[in-house]
């Protein structure tokens, strides 16, 4: 979280990351109430991660979790958020295809309810994707939007693990991302050897209990 915060900061051009989890862990949306996250999750807020973007409930652990950040000056900053979200879901879906795992978008309701999200992998919303042959919900993302650009975080859960081809994957998806954004080529950011310095300042923001507790910068 810490490395997609510091990539989303120094951002240049359109850039694509992903990674994998060690042990199980929980992640929480920001809008998210941490006393809520506690009874629903049974951790305590010392256990659990809240991301700088919205969202539900995320278990982690058996998922590939990415980040995909674009600048505030790319032209892709002003498509509509629904839109955005449902061409990187596009994105995921065809690269999946290609490996002859099928999903399809969960449609998108034609009024949005208002409502406090909960567990993000059993309350799939509109253009999340679901796996065809489970039927479960395989993929959805969480989005932030500010000055500096838009942050998305999301994560793909193999519900056919043993189809997958990681490498293909990421190669894929990277390459439809670029048809999207009309780029020659998106940017790919590799596991921080540069920048650990800086990056360990901001786990530190990431790990403190004002930011789990109350969303605030340390």
Request: charged share 30%; aromatic share 14%; hydrophobic share 35%.
């Amino acid at each position: 979280m810490a490395t997609d915060w510091w990539t989303f900061e120094n951002l240049s051009a359109p850039t694509f990351r992903h990674y994998e989890w060690k042990n199980k862990e929980y992640s929480f949306g920001y809008g998210q109430d941490w006393r809520w996250v506690e009874n629903k999750t049974g951790k305590s807020i010392n256990e659990l991660v809240r991301r700088p973007t919205g969202g539900g409930i995320v278990k982690h652990g058996f998922d590939w979790t990415y980040c995909f950040s674009i600048p505030r000056k790319h032209l892709s900053f002003d498509i509509a958020p629904l839109d955005f979200y449902k061409q990187i879901h596009l994105a995921i879906k065809y690269a999946l295809d290609n490996q002859e795992i099928h999903v399809r978008l969960q449609p998108c309701p034609a009024q949005k309810q208002k409502s406090i999200p909960g567990d993000c992998f059993t309350e799939p919303v509109g253009w999340d994707l679901i796996d065809e042959e489970s039927e479960e919900k395989i993929a959805g993302a969480a989005m932030k939007r500010s000055r500096q650009g838009i942050l998305l975080q999301g994560t793909i859960a193999f519900i056919q693990k043993s189809k997958v081809q990681k490498e293909e994957l990421r190669s894929q998806i990277i390459q439809n991302l670029s048809v999207f954004l009309k780029e020659d080529r998106v940017e790919y950011a590799n596991w921080p050897n540069s920048f650990v310095a800086e990056r360990n300042k901001i786990a530190d923001w990431f790990c403190s209990l004002d930011w789990k507790r109350h969303r605030k910068r340390v």
